[in-house]
């Protein structure tokens, strides 16, 4: 049984276009995030969602909406995809009684490149 | 900024040996935790130290933390193949910040 599941694992598409990746979890966790890895490898935090709530906004440009039906899905909508948005985005979520900051399961990742 | 950074960024061992990786960090923390990151995949969560703990023992994993140095390291014993991957340390600071990652050392044992 998958976890954290995402779709879709790779997306390509033009600069310009609306674009949107979705997360589940099945863990029972309150808390979701999403993350974002460049080419560097180098990986930093966009949101953080707990129990439906936005608690966490890294400075993410407001082209950048995600969505929380329910506390199982943490969806991501991207507006006018640049070329820079091209990079890995992970999904991840965490148990809040291991602190909001705790021990984080992560998703595959998708794989988005604008051209 | 808060980022930690592991030293060395790549590092190549042959099966058998072991590895040592080594985080630092800038400002006071409440835990700090170690993922792996096999090639094309998510991060697995591998041990979390908090600040009031010194070591802590996984299987054939050894993390080390040293709040007045502000390091942490990461022993993998007898190493085997498929511990191939990129490790990265995170760190949540003082006030409950979110979890800030290193930028990984890139582990290859050859086999």
């Known amino acids: 049984d998958t976890a954290v599941s995402q779709t879709p694992k790779y997306l390509v598409t033009q600069m310009g276009n609306d674009k949107s990746i979705k997360c589940e979890q099945n863990l029972g966790h309150d808390t979701m995030y999403w993350y974002k890895q460049d080419s560097k490898k180098f990986l930093k935090i966009m949101f953080s969602?707990?129990?439906?709530?936005?608690?966490i906004n890294e400075t993410v440009p407001n082209r950048f909406s995600p969505k929380s039906p329910d506390k199982a899905h943490l969806n991501l909508h991207i507006n006018s995809l640049e070329l820079g948005d091209s990079a890995v985005y992970f999904c991840?979520?965490?148990?809040?009684?291991?602190?909001?900051?705790?021990?984080?399961?992560f998703g595959p990742g998708t794989r988005l490149l604008v051209l | 900024s808060q980022q930690g950074e592991e030293d060395p960024q790549a590092l190549s061992i042959q099966e058998g040996e072991n590895a040592t990786m080594n985080c630092s960090y800038k400002?006071?923390?409440?835990?700090l935790q170690w993922y792996r990151q096999n090639s094309g995949r998510g991060l697995v969560h591998l041990i979390l130290?908090?600040?009031?703990?010194r070591e802590k023992h996984s299987g054939r994993l050894r993390v080390t933390l040293d709040t007045s140095k502000k390091s942490s390291s990461l022993l993998i014993t007898a190493s085997r193949a498929a511990d191939t991957a990129s490790y990265f340390c995170?760190?949540?600071?003082?006030?409950?910040?979110?979890?800030?990652f290193g930028k990984g050392t890139r582990l290859s044992v050859i086999a």
């Open positions: 995170a760190t949540v600071h003082t006030g409950n910040t979110p979890l800030v």
């Open positions: 400002t006071s923390i409440n835990n």
């Open positions: 991840a979520s965490s148990q809040a009684t291991s602190g909001r900051f705790g021990t984080q399961y």
């Open positions: 969602y707990n129990n439906k709530e936005l608690i």
């Open positions: 130290i908090r600040s009031n703990e």
